[in-house]
Antibody
Framework: QLQLSGPGLVRPSQTLSLTCAIS??????????WNWIRQSPSRGLEWLGR?????????DFAESVKSRISIKSDTSNNQFSLQLNSVTPDDTAVYYC?????????????WGQGTLVTVSS | VMTQTPLSLSVTPGQPASISCKSS???????????LYWYLQRPGQSPQLLIY???RRFSGVPDRFSGSGSGTDFTLQISRVEAEDVGVYFC????????FGQGTKVEIK
């Protein structure tokens, strides 16, 4: 299970921060990857990035947010987080976390419940 | 770019439905696999995986759902639509990071 948490309102130019708590798997699994996706009427479903551990930590990011995004893992609490800097109203969306699993590889097999983040002053 | 057609579909229960997804580039990977997925997002819910690797049904997905295609052209078929199939269907490729289609809204007549 993936449990999302974080503020529902962020001011423009500030940083959006969300956390996804994992149960039933490990953030440092060698066969999983942990993704952030968002959904808005204007952008549809948009994959933002992912983090995964294969003897060391790796990240992949979408070009559209590459300069503003950070995804970090927290092995102590078995969770991972999203930070999106310098937000604008265009970043208003429902944000999801989701898992990729390996052997065999399946992308986004399980999703968290989604949380609406509104960027507004 | 992933392009789905149609964008909406109204289906009589028990009748078939078909959704097309076209990619702007071939999704055939060097490992011989094609990383094309189908998801269903029911009203008020998160997307859920139906099909992976073009045609493989995910655990628990009814066999009335089937996927086909290759290269750049893919299809999701529902052999007999049921009321619980209402929602928005998305295709997605993970050949080059991840990109979703715009979605196809399926409703019951």
């Amino acid at each position: 299970q993936l449990q999302l948490s974080g503020p529902g309102l962020v001011r423009p130019s500030q940083t959006l921060s969300l956390t996804c708590a994992i149960s039933g798997d490990s953030v440092s699994s060698n066969t999983a990857a942990w993704n952030w996706i968002r959904q808005s009427p204007s952008r549809g479903l948009e994959w933002l990035g992912r983090t995964y551990y294969r003897s060391k930590w790796y990240n992949d990011f979408a070009e559209s947010v590459k300069s503003r995004i950070s995804i970090k893992s927290d092995t102590s609490n078995n969770q991972f987080s999203l930070q999106l800097n310098s937000v604008t109203p265009d970043d208003t969306a429902v944000y999801y976390c989701a898992r990729d699993v390996g052997a065999p590889y399946i992308a986004l097999d399980y999703w968290g419940q989604g949380t609406l983040v509104t960027v507004s002053s | 770019v992933m392009t789905q057609t149609p964008l909406s579909l109204s289906v009589t229960p028990g009748q078939p439905a078909s959704i097309s997804c076209k990619s702007s580039e071939s999704l055939l990977n060097s490992d011989g696999k094609t990383y094309l997925y189908w998801y269903l997002q029911r009203p008020g819910q998160s997307p859920q995986l139906l099909i992976y690797d073009v045609y493989r049904r995910f655990s628990g997905v009814p066999d009335r759902f089937s996927g086909s295609g290759s290269g750049t052209d893919f299809t999701l078929q529902i052999s007999r639509v049921e009321a619980e199939d209402v929602g928005v269907y998305f295709c997605m490729q993970s050949f080059r990071l991840k990109k979703f289609g715009q979605g196809t809204k399926v409703e019951i007549k």
